[in-house]
């Protein structure tokens, strides 16, 4: 499949740059995420298979295999649990080229934001190989907003 | 390879400024200053080459900030960024900019950019030929990468075909060379009180430029027209035969910019047709760049980039030195790790002479709020050249910069 598009800012040179973004596997500035981890969450970047249905600290979840369909993904496969109740991630294991569980992405502090509409505030990456992890903190998610197209241009970066 | 030290202003991919920048102007919606300042010590290991040049150190100490107010429903946006550097050598490079003050207002599909402000076109990294609106802060360094503000009223627009801009700059900025006392100058200093203008009305002739831009699948392509006052002076040489007289003469040019994008591979075009001063030149940039990321995953990603770089201006009538018949070839290497460690190699040589122009960069942070750079610039040309003035020109720098 394709990889996304993307392009940079470089503020010190007022440039706006399209990059490769044939960079899935690498570490985010040192982080435990990785680039393929942070880009948008599109359902046609896997292909799935349903496993079981399991009670996940005392939450109803589904257990479904997420087989990457690009070809330079980190993962040979992931492993992630929905929330049943709210459809919404609460854990996804994550197993490396040579097939080993080596990172766990852990989802909690969902906020409601009106009728099903649910965002997680904290999310925790673990490595066990290295023992490290990355926090990702959100203070707030604002919906609603009016919002133009032609602020997601590339060009529009210059404009921020 | 010409009189300039255009050196290479490799571009250093951080992906975490655009995620930085991303989640800061959806937050902003008040005033914020953000000031900073670097102190930078300069080493020419060898002694100068002419009368009046300083020997060996040049210390100095620069401050800027980035100011910003974006008004809640984003549509508009001040920009204000001051520059002042000190240096205790050069009283050319003791200087002051406003490098941005400028207010943008974006309405549906239109927006309005006016006051100072920096704009870049372009896709090659050793050398922008379609990068014309700014003038070069060129004492501050000799790589084309410090830009002076520039006044303008942009009008910019939003089709279904691309975007459009219209442009017209009203006040033309000189551009800035080292002193008397600085290294990397020829044997004759540039007069800069005694500036020439070949059009009527001088830094107010005023310039027009026009660009459209526009993605098609994996293609950024950019065309553009300028006409006006050309931002590289003539350099003549007084009656006297004592100073240099920078001659600022009309140009018009169009011009194109094309990346591809495909894989890890970027394809770049940058291609000028010119006509200034009598003379009819293309000027023009092609080449790639090559990523290998994520080796033996390790996170360590390497780039290599070769450009090759064709002038065909006449010097005797358009003498705004720059690159000939030169190949361009890069490396960066891109740690990815908490402290954005970054290495950077570049060398510009020309195939006719072997002249080689080259730098290597390292910066990293340091902490969360400074950052450490250290650059050597290393040159050797032969005596026939007009690089051979700058042979006793190569220097290490470092720098550390404090945010506050």
């Known amino acids: 499949m394709d990889s996304d598009d993307q392009w940079l800012y470089l503020p010190e040179l ?20 990785a680039f393929e981890d942070l880009t948008a969450a599109e359902l046609g970047k896997y292909s799935y298979e349903w496993l079981e249905e399991i009670t996940l600290d005392g939450l109803k979840v589904d257990k479904i295999k997420q087989i990457p369909l690009y070809k330079r993904s980190g993962y040979t496969y992931l492993i992630a649990y929905i929330d049943k109740d709210i459809n919404q991630f609460r854990k996804v294991e994550f197993f490396n080229r040579g097939g080993a569980h080596f990172k766990t992405l852990t989802i909690s502090e969902f906020e409601n934001y009106g009728g099903t509409i649910y965002r997680p505030m904290l999310q925790q ?22 919002l133009n197209e032609n602020e997601f241009k590339s060009s529009a970066l210059s404009q921020l | 390879m010409k009189m300039n030290l255009n050196l290479l202003h490799l ?47 040049q210390p100095s100490i620069y401050f800027g900030g980035e100011g910003r107010w974006v008004s809640k429903d984003r549509k508009k946006r ?75 009223i942009r009008f910019g627009k939003y089709t279904d075909v691309g975007r459009f801009e219209i442009y017209y700059l009203p006040y033309f900025r000189e551009r800035t060379f080292p002193g008397k006392d600085g290294r990397q100058r020829g044997p004759i200093t540039v007069d800069l009180n005694n500036a020439d203008y070949k059009q ?93 990321f994520d080796i033996s995953d390790s996170g360590l990603d390497l780039g290599i980039l070769v450009e090759c770089l064709y002038d065909n201006r006449d010097e005797t009538k358009t003498a705004s030195t720059l690159f000939e018949n030169d190949i361009f070839v890069g490396t960066r290497l891109s740690w990815n790790n908490f402290y954005e460690s970054e290495l950077l190699f570049g060398a510009i040589i020309d195939w006719e002479t072997g002249s080689i122009f080259s730098s290597i960069e390292y910066e990293r942070r340091i902490g969360e709020n400074m950052k450490f750079e250290v650059e050597a610039q290393y040159l050797t040309a032969n005596d026939t050249e007009p690089l051979a003035q700058f042979e006793h020109d190569s220097n290490l720098t470092l720098r550390l910069t404090r945010y506050f």
């Open chain 1, 125 to 146: 990456m673990d490595n066990h190989l290295t023992g490290k992890s990355t926090t990702l903190l959100v203070e707030v998610y604002k919906f609603g907003l009016e």
């Open chain 2, 11 to 57: 571009v250093s991919c951080k992906a975490i400024v655009l995620f930085a920048i991303i989640i800061s102007s959806a937050m902003a919606n008040d005033l914020s200053f953000t000031p900073n300042v670097t102190t930078e010590f300069r080493y020419f290991p060898e002694s100068p080459a002419y009368d009046g040049q300083f020997e060996y150190f």
């Open chain 1, 14 to 33: 007022a440039r706006v740059k399209r990059i490769s973004s044939s960079n899935k596997s690498g570490p985010f500035v040192g982080s435990e995420f």
């Open chain 2, 78 to 152: 001040v920009r204000f960024e001051p520059f002042l550097r000190l240096d205790l050598q050069d009283d050319e490079r003791t200087h002051f900019d406003i490098r941005e003050l400028s207010y943008l207002q974006r309405f549906n599909d239109f927006d309005l950019l006016i006051g100072n402000a920096q704009i870049f076109w372009g896709v090659a990294e050793s050398r922008n030929v379609v990068d014309v609106i700014n003038q070069f802060d060129e004492v501050e360094n000799s790589d084309e990468t410090d830009k002076l503000g520039q006044p303008l």
């Open chain 2, 200 to 292: 009527g009305r001088g830094k107010w002739a005023g310039d027009f430029a026009l660009r459209y831009q526009h993605q098609i699948g994996q293609f950024d392509i950019g065309i553009h027209v300028f006409t006006g006052t050309a931002r590289a002076p003539f350099l003549e040489l007084n009656e006297e035969g004592t100073r240099l007289l920078p001659i600022y003469q009309k140009l018009t040019q169009s011009g194109l910019d094309i990346q591809w994008t495909w894989d890890a591979w970027l394809l770049k075009l940058e291609f000028v047709i010119a006509d200034q001063s009598d003379d009819n030149f293309v000027s023009s940039a092609l080449g790639f760049e090559y990523t290998f």
